[in-house]
C-alpha cells in the first residue's frame, strides 16, 4: 500500500539533509557540477519511490546510496572503468550496499563537506547573482522554483544561473575542498556576504508586495548557524550570526496587522523575540572574546543590540551608536553606512547635524529611495515641508516594495494636511 506521507518525508530529508548529500557526493566524484546532479536524481527517485514502497529507516543514507550508484553507473556508460570507478565501488561496497540505504557517516567528513561546499559554491570566481542562487539550491536545499519566487524572478533565469555556475566552476578547473589557510579569510568572506545578501532581501524586500520574506531570511539565519557550528572560532561568522539574530528579533513588531511597516518609534517591543535576542549577544560575545576585534558585521550586530537593550527609541544610547558606525564606516566606507550614521547623527544631535552628512551623499545612491527618504525625514523635521514633500515624492517614484511606497505616500499626505491646516 502507498505510504501518503512519502512525499513529505522526502522534502523533510532533503531540507535538513542536502547540503550533507551533495557535498559528500562532491567528495566521491570530485566534480561540484556532477554531485548536484546526482543528488536530485536520487530526489527524484526518492519521490517515486518512498510513496510506493514506504520510507526507509536511513533517509539520508538511503539518497546517499542511490546518488552514488548513480555516479558507478555513469562511468560504466562512460567506459571509464579507471581508478575513479574502482575508488566509488569500494566506497559504496563499504558503505553497505543495504537497500535500506544503512551507511554510516563520519561527522567530522561531513562537516568538512558542508564547509566545502559552501565555500565552492561561495567561489569568487562566480557572480555575486550565480552565488546566491548556488548556495540556495545545494546548501539551503531550496528548488528552482522557491528561489525565483524569492526574488521575483522567472525559474528559468534561476536554472540558467545555476547551470551557468557549475559549467563556470568547472571550465575554472575550482577544486571541492576547504581553501587552505592562506585563501580561507578571503573566501570566507565570500562565504558570509553571500548569506548576508540573502538575510538582507529576506529582511527588506526590495520589491514585491510583502516588506518581509520570512522564509528567505529564516534560511540565511539556518545556514549562519551551519557556518558557526563548523568554524566556531571565526569572530566575523559569530558577528554575522549575531546581526541576523538580533535584526530578526524585531520582525514581529515590524509588521502591523494589515503587513504594513511599523517604524522603530512605534514598534511594541514586548512583541520583539527576546530567545533571538538572547541568541544574538551570546553570538556576539564570542566574537568580541576572539580577541582580534570586531568585523564589519560585528559592528553593526553591535549597534542592533543598542537597540536590543534600549526600552524605548528616546533612551537608546545614540552617540554609542554614531560612535559604532563612524568605526564601521572606516572599516567598510559605503554610501549605505554614511546614511545609516546621519539618522544616528539626527537621533542623537537633531536633525540640522545630520542635514550635510546626507547632502554630502546627493550622487552616491542615485537608484535608490533611502537618500531621498532619510532626507524628506529630516527636513521635515526641520520644518521645511516644501522640500521635504519633493524628496518623498522622489522616494516613492525610486521605491520598489509596495509596503515601502504605501509608507512614503502616507508620510506626503500628512505634510499636505498639515499645509492645509496652517493655510490663512
Known amino acids: 500500500m502507498a505510504d501518503p506521507t512519502g512525499r513529505e518525508a522526502v522534502a523533510a530529508v532533503w531540507r535538513i539533509e542536502s547540503a550533507r548529500i551533495v557535498g559528500a557526493l562532491a567528495r566521491y566524484t570530485g566534480d561540484f557540477g556532477l554531485a548536484e546532479d546526482l543528488a536530485q536524481e536520487a530526489l527524484a527517485e526518492a519521490l517515486v519511490t518512498w510513496p510506493r514502497d514506504g520510507v526507509p529507516r536511513n533517509r539520508a543514507g538511503w ?33 553497505g550496499d543495504a537497500p535500506d540505504g544503512d551507511i554510516l557517516w563520519d561527522p567530522d567528513r561531513i562537516d568538512d563537506d558542508v564547509l566545502a561546499l559552501m565555500f565552492t559554491s561561495c567561489h569568487p570566481v562566480l557572480s555575486r547573482e550565480a552565488r546566491v542562487a548556488l548556495t540556495l539550491r545545494v546548501v539551503g536545499g531550496l528548488t528552482s522554483d522557491e528561489i525565483a519566487q524569492a526574488f521575483l524572478v522567472p525559474t ?22 576547504v581553501p587552505p589557510a592562506a585563501e580561507r579569510a578571503e573566501r570566507l568572506g565570500s562565504v558570509l556576504s553571500v548569506i548576508y545578501l540573502i538575510f538582507t532581501e529576506g529582511s527588506s524586500a526590495s520589491s514585491g508586495g510583502a516588506l518581509i520574506r520570512l522564509d528567505l531570511a529564516s534560511e540565511a539565519q539556518r545556514l549562519a548557524r551551519v557556518l558557526a557550528r563548523l568554524v566556531p572560532d571565526e569572530p566575523e561568522v559569530n558577528g554575522l550570526l549575531a546581526l541576523l539574530e538580533l535584526t530578526a528579533a524585531r520582525f514581529p513588531a515590524r509588521i502591523g496587522p ?34 582580534r576585534g570586531l568585523g564589519a558585521f560585528g559592528l553593526q550586530a553591535a549597534i542592533a543590540e543598542c537597540h536590543a537593550l534600549a526600552p524605548s527609541v528616546g533612551a537608546t544610547d545614540w ?5 559604532i558606525y563612524e568605526a564601521l ?5 559605503s554610501p549605505v553606512v554614511e546614511l545609516n550614521r546621519a539618522v544616528a547623527v539626527s537621533m542623537a544631535r537633531g536633525p540640522a547635524a545630520a542635514l550635510p552628512i546626507v547632502d554630502g551623499l546627493s550622487d552616491a545612491l542615485p537608484s535608490s529611495h533611502l537618500l531621498p527618504s532619510v532626507r524628506g525625514e529630516l527636513l521635515t523635521r ?24 504605501t509608507l512614503l505616500e502616507k508620510k506626503i499626505a500628512a505634510l499636505d494636511q498639515d499645509v492645509r491646516a496652517t493655510a490663512p
Open 319 to 323: 552617540e554609542r551608536i554614531v560612535l
Open 156 to 177: 528559468a533565469t534561476v536554472q540558467a544561473r545555476i547551470t551557468r555556475a557549475k559549467k563556470t566552476l568547472g571550465a575554472a578547473r575550482v577544486p571541492f575542498e
Open 258 to 291: 494589515g503587513g504594513e511597516p511599523v517604524l522603530l518609534e512605534h514598534q511594541d517591543r514586548r512583541r520583539w523575540d527576546r530567545p533571538a535576542i538572547v541568541r544574538g549577544r551570546a553570538a556576539l560575545d564570542r566574537a568580541r572574546r576572539a580577541g
Open 382 to 405: 526641520l520644518g521645511r515641508t516644501g522640500e521635504a514633500r519633493a524628496e518623498l515624492v522622489r522616494a516613492v517614484g525610486l521605491c520598489g516594495n509596495d509596503r515601502e511606497r
Open 63 to 95: 539518497l546517499l546510496t542511490v546518488g552514488r550508484r548513480r555516479a558507478i553507473d555513469l562511468y560504466r556508460r562512460r567506459s571509464a572503468l579507471d581508478d575513479r570507478y574502482a575508488a566509488l565501488a569500494h566506497d559504496l561496497d563499504e558503505g
Open 329 to 333: 564606516g572606516r572599516l567598510a566606507p
